[in-house]
């Protein structure tokens, strides 16, 4: 293939994608992934661009149907991976690309009884951004798809579930840590025994919330005067934990 040719598909393909992509991939990621491509060898800027003009079937039909076809399953279905931010984070769903955390707390601020502004979907994104791979997957993390859970039981125990969630995430290490893999004990609950083995998360969500209205009843009614209480981690421990529980609450 000569280069005149790969100019000239080059040049169709970046026209394609201009129409059917952000304006900022378009500009940045095509340019300098393109062209990265070509320097090496011929077959290389060959097999880089057959992806790109494959697609112009799918630019018609962003062209034909408008925005009702602009969705994040087709989306997902048609952007090369190539041109995938290099930090990769989880397409809000509902194809909204305007998804920001709902919570802007302190550790003072006293909104633990406060409804979550969110919905189920959105805190469901919000949980599985935080939340790290294993073997290029997260459904093996107890916090994948509990959104619901949360919800549904801090409204039980009029407790707001990104509180639950935020504490859970610090307890745990964001779902990683031997209780939460092995014993559904996300929250860090310790008996005179030592760690307590939960049935499933939702119990131990359920006793987190449990703990959490007690203290709230006790009027420890920020993360801060939970914290240094010691009534569920230990004072020496205090400043990082309030640190980080209110570092995850205003991540979601």
Known sequence: ?????????????????????????????????ALKKIIPTTMIVAESLTPLISHAEEANKVLKFGAN???????????????????????????NYNFIPK????????????????TI?????????????????????????KAESFVEI??????????????????????TSYAA?????????????????????EDCIEKMAEIIDKRLKENYNSIEKI???GKYCAKSSADEWIRNVVFYLNNM
């Open 154 to 175: 801090g409204k039980k125990y009029n407790v707001n579930p990104t509180v639950l969630i935020a504490i859970g995430m610090q307890e745990s290490g964001r779902g």
């Open 69 to 95: 076809y602009w969705n994040a399953e087709n989306f997902v279905h048609f952007i090369p991976k190539i041109f995938k931010p290099k930090q990769e984070r989880l397409l809000p769903p509902l194809g």
């Open 181 to 201: 893999l092995k014993k559904n004990n996300i929250g860090g609950i310790t008996l005179k025994t030592g760690l307590a083995k939960f049935n499933t998360v």
């Open 227 to 229: 914290g240094k209480s």
């Open 121 to 145: 979907e959105e805190l469901e994104y919000f949980i599985e951004d935080l939340i790290p791979k294993r073997k290029g997957k997260k459904d093996y993390n107890p916090f994948y798809k």
């Open 103 to 118: 919570n802007n707390f302190s550790k003072n601020s006293e909104f633990l009884r406060k409804p979550y502004s969110g």
């Open 1 to 33: 293939m000569s280069f005149t040719i790969i100019n000239a598909q080059l040049g169709r393909s970046k026209k394609v994608l201009k129409k059917i992509l952000p304006p900022k991939i378009a500009r940045e990621e095509i340019k300098q992934t």
